[in-house]
């Protein structure tokens, strides 16, 4: 136990600079214990090799204590249990039905409907004068694609982006009332799909499932909307944080401009450097398990540090440099094993447009003061992105 690094997630020290903590720990040791008031004893895996394992060991499962999970009413309860929860045989089940509605094929053939969702989102931004990128255009972007995704009518949308920013904030009242709205929401999308499907995500889910014979009840429908709204919001982190990385790597930023085919190299790239998931989602062995020679007992949280597995120099060349033309780039960004990101396509589709649209439309994009991160252990953002935007010509 002595020979196991500690983080504490309650040092301001460390959360100045996690990367820099989780990668400390990671040099000492492939197992890292995590120390936070409240909680047990909590595991962190350091390395890339035993990371990828330990997401794809079926005796580390995850579970609804995995999740802090809000409070709704009581006639909601049904739809709480998301894929996420599940492991085995169920997820595998649901797994397979969902997969083809998020295929690459399928997210590069949604690009035009984020292509245009996007520019309207920069026609609204103010030129020549400071604007909080993060605020105005990275938070709002996932929430208008899930809308166009699901097939959330126009006029109920600008309800929905209102869930978007409670969602985003996590936590609160607001929060706490959006949650059973967004469920509202989704069954009447889900009941709409039925009666008149349309070219949306669940009416093409519905369309799979009588094709292929097994199918998605209703309940599992409306939990896939509202898990989609939860989940879908990851690129808000990541745009903001891509657009922090590019603007403090003006000679990778230059070639991107200079070659914009380089695009979705540098999504990968990002993913490897700036992915706002810390940490994964926390496995519960079901026995006592051991990770390179620690030994973790039955039922003790376990979890993977993305950001030290993906700047792991026993995996990555010049691990500490960003280069956006590496290849390959196996990141954990979107996770590995079972569980590995449904809607990763779809994520680096609207990164990719995101940031394309951006250089493309603003070549003297500069930062118009700090962009602080939160102190946040498990997850790198943002608190704002104060940036001018002058657009060419």
């Given at each position: ?281 926390p496995r519960f062995p079901r026995e006592d398990v051991e990770i390179d020679g620690v030994s973790i007992p039955k039922g003790e949280p376990v979890t993977a540090s993305i950001t030290a597995a993906n700047r792991d120099p026993r995996v990555f060349a010049d691990a500490g440099t960003f280069d956006i033309t590496r290849e390959p780039a196996p990141h954990l960004g979107f996770g590995h094993g079972p569980h590995f990101c449904v809607g990763a396509s779809l994520a680096r589709v609207q990164t990719g447009v995101a940031l394309g649209a951006l250089l493309r439309r603003f070549p003297d994009l500069a930062l118009a003061g700090e962009a602080p991160y939160a102190p946040d252990p498990g997850t790198l953002r943002l608190t704002s992105l104060p940036v001018t935007l002058r657009?060419?010509?």
């Open positions: 136990m002595g020979d196991v690094p500690e983080i504490d997630l309650t040092d301001p020290a460390v959360l100045s600079d996690l990367v820099a903590a989780y990668a400390h720990a990671r040099e000492e040791s492939p197992v890292a214990r995590l120390v936070a008031p409240g909680f047990g004893p909590f595991w962190a895996v350091t390395r890339h090799e035993q990371a990828r394992a330990m997401l794809g060991d079926p005796r580390l499962e995850i579970n609804e204590s995995s999740f802090m999970r809000p409070d709704v009413p009581e006639h909601c309860l049904r739809y709480m249990r998301t894929m996420s929860e599940m492991n085995g045989a169920e997820h595998a089940r649901l797994r397979r039905l969902v997969a083809p509605a998020f295929t690459p094929r399928r997210a590069a053939a949604f690009a035009p409907r984020i292509e245009a969702i996007v520019e309207r989102l920069l026609d609204e931004l103010p030129a020549g004068e400071p604007v909080d990128l993060l605020a105005h255009f990275a938070r709002p972007l996932p929430m208008e694609v899930i809308c166009e995704l699901v097939g959330i009518p126009d006029a109920d949308r600008p309800q929905w982006r209102e869930y978007g920013a409670a969602v985003a904030s996590g936590h609160g009242e607001k929060f706490s009332e959006a949650i059973p709205a967004i469920m509202e929401g989704a069954r009447a999308a889900v009941a709409e799909c039925r009666a008149e499907p349309g070219d949306d995500l669940v009416s093409d889910l519905v369309r799979l499932m009588e094709e292929d014979g097994d199918r998605l009840s209703d309940d599992e429908l409306v939990t896939l909307v509202w898990h989609l709204v939860l989940a879908g919001q990851t690129p808000t982190n990541l745009i903001a944080n891509a657009v922090v990385t590019l603007l403090a790597h003006p000679g990778q930023l230059a070639a991107l401009r200079a070659d914009p085919e380089l695009m979705p190299r540098a999504v990968e790239e990002l993913l490897r450097w700036c992915a706002p998931a810390l940490l994964t989602v657009p060419a010509g």
